[in-house]
């Protein structure tokens, strides 16, 4: 029932708006003088998204937002207010049903208090191998348990913190969990395809 609440939210309404689901995202976003602000987006839609801000910029900038499960965003500032601003999403119709979707997985995720996205099928990769890299540049080798579209297990000797960002292979992610053996991981942005999630994981 509430994947079908959430998915309905997204839809249309009579006048041809989007209507925006609440959601948690953070992310950084760059003004047009090039100068880039952390943010937190707590509404989005397909077509628009309400961000908490330090800098709120001007009506009708163009902006460009890098945020978490999502990626790249752009569009411009429709109004601005104490502490932020809403932003329209300039995207083709294929970017915006792909958008609908992660957004339901997102606002789903955060009603049924999931670390992840459960729906999505878990399967062993063919090649196990990979290596974790921190942001200080420190490199692990390690041995993926298994993947989805949304995250890893991952067997591993160190424990980083929850919500340490850490690139797996060539994907970005963060850690969510920690096991006796390992660590799972949540992805930056859900994936369309498991074969293209096994080609990222591997080391070059």
Same mark, same amino acid.
């Given at each position: 029932?509430?994947?079908?609440?959430?998915?309905?939210?997204?839809?249309?309404?009579?006048?041809?708006?989007? =209507?925006?689901?609440?959601?948690?995202?953070?992310?950084?976003?760059?003004?047009?003088?090039?100068?880039?602000?952390?943010? =937190?987006?707590?509404?989005? #839609?397909?077509?628009?998204?309400?961000?908490?801000?330090?800098? #709120?910029?001007?009506?009708?900038?163009?902006?460009?937002?890098?945020?978490?499960? %999502?990626?790249?965003?752009?569009?411009?500032? %429709?109004?601005?207010?104490?502490?932020?601003?809403?932003?329209?999403?300039?995207?083709? #119709?294929?970017?915006? /049903?792909?958008?609908?979707?992660?957004?339901?997985?997102?606002?789903?995720?955060?009603? %049924?208090?999931?670390?992840?996205?459960?729906?999505?099928?878990?399967?062993?990769?063919?090649?196990?191998?990979?290596?974790?890299?921190?942001?200080?540049?420190?490199?692990?080798?390690?041995?993926?348990?298994?993947?989805?579209?949304?995250? $890893?297990?991952?067997?591993?000797?160190?424990?980083?913190?929850? @919500?340490?960002?850490?690139?797996? @292979?060539?994907?970005? $992610?963060?850690?969510?969990?920690?096991?006796?053996?390992?660590?799972?991981?949540?992805?930056?942005?859900?994936? /369309?395809? %498991?074969?293209?999630? =096994? =080609?990222?994981?591997?080391?070059?």
């Amino acid at each position: 029932m509430t994947n079908v609440m959430a998915a309905a939210a997204l839809r249309d309404d009579n006048e041809g708006r989007f =209507q925006r689901v609440r959601v948690s995202i953070l992310g950084r976003y760059m003004l047009a003088d090039r100068r880039e602000f952390p943010c =937190q987006v707590i509404e989005m #839609s397909p077509g628009d998204a309400v961000v908490i801000a330090p800098v #709120s910029g001007r009506v009708g900038e163009k902006v460009i937002g890098y945020l978490d499960h %999502l990626g790249r965003v752009e569009g411009t500032i %429709l109004e601005t207010f104490d502490g932020g601003f809403r932003m329209d999403l300039v995207a083709s #119709s294929r970017k915006r /049903e792909k958008l609908a979707a992660q957004l339901t997985w997102l606002a789903n995720r955060d009603l %049924l208090n999931l670390p992840e996205d459960r729906r999505h099928e878990r399967v062993v990769p063919d090649i196990r191998h990979s290596s974790i890299l921190l942001e200080d540049g420190r490199r692990y080798n390690c041995k993926i348990t298994d993947i989805s579209l949304s995250g $890893a297990a991952v067997e591993i000797d160190v424990r980083p913190a929850l @919500g340490t960002p850490i690139t797996l @292979g060539r994907m970005r $992610a963060r850690v969510i969990r920690h096991f006796s053996d390992g660590i799972a991981v949540e992805f930056a942005s859900v994936q /369309e395809m %498991l074969t293209v999630v =096994q =080609q990222n994981l591997r080391i070059n």
